[in-house]
T-cell receptor, first 115, second 109 residues
Framework: SQTIHQWPATLVQPVGSPLSLECTVE??????LYWYRQAAGRGLQLLFY??????ISSEVPQNLSASRPQDRQFILSSKKLLLSDSGFYLC??????????????FGDGTRLSIL | QKEVEQDPGPLSVPEGAIVSLNCTYS??????FMWYRQYSRKGPELLMY????GNKEDGRFTAQVDKSSKYISLFIRDSQPSDSATYLC?????????FGTGTSLTVIP
């Protein structure tokens, strides 16, 4: 069966510090990978998605970036965090190709607080 | 207009009640319709999904899609305190997914 791991679960960072959140998927190959931010009462905001190694699409211009160095690894980064980057970050995976319309599966998220 | 709209609640019911959670959507091209359950401080967990229209039942849960009215429903029978969570509806076309904002449900023992 497939599993998705995200870490850390909780992170407190000062303004201006760098960020690296990691997500890995097991039990499947060549998944589509997604980063979302979830704000209370505002639903899920898609930040980035990737259909393959090194292929990143950005949905929202901001000071965050994403990378996919390996098939089942997805990383969310920032060089300098802003207060507005606080939130709950979720990684998700979905099937690729002709089955890319099948439901996504989420990790347990990282709660990021910027001080 | 948002692609998927959901009443945020909160919804509070006594244990054993039948719960009805609803969403509306605007895009006729949507293919899969999903319900996710999210416990506090956890990620959304895929609860049920249907492809196109119709009903799907899994234990105490029934998912229903009415494409003529663009309405998505989740029914929970014999609700339990462990059902207390936020429920998100979602729909997609291709690999573009659209999520509701979630309905917070509390089942009181």
């Amino acid at each position: 069966s497939q599993t998705i791991h995200q870490w850390p679960a909780t992170l407190v960072q000062p303004v201006g510090s760098p960020l690296s959140l990691e997500c890995t998927v097991e039990g499947t190959s060549n998944p589509n990978l997604y980063w979302y931010r979830q704000a209370a009462g505002r639903g899920l905001q898609l930040l980035f998605y990737s259909v393959g190694i090194g292929q990143i699409s950005s949905e929202v211009p901001q000071n965050l970036s994403a990378s996919r160095p390996q098939d089942r690894q997805f990383i969310l980064s920032s060089k300098k965090l802003l207060l507005s980057d606080s939130g709950f970050y979720l990684c998700a995976w979905g099937r690729s190709g002709a089955r890319s319309n099948q439901p996504q599966h989420f990790g347990d998220g990282t709660r990021l607080s910027i001080l | 207009q948002k692609e998927v709209e959901q009443d945020p609640g909160p919804l509070s019911v006594p244990e054993g009640a039948i719960v009805s959670l609803n969403c509306t959507y605007s895009n006729s091209a949507f293919q899969y319709f999903m319900w996710y359950r999210q416990y506090s401080r956890k990620g959304p967990e895929l609860l049920m999904y249907t492809y196109s229209s119709g009903n799907k039942e899994d234990g105490r849960f029934t998912a229903q899609v009415d494409k003529s009215s663009k309405y998505i429903s989740l029914f929970i029978r014999d609700s339990q305190p462990s059902d207390s969570a936020t429920y998100l509806c979602a729909a997609n076309t291709g690999n573009q997914f659209y999520f509701g904002t979630g309905t917070s449900l509390t089942v009181i023992p």
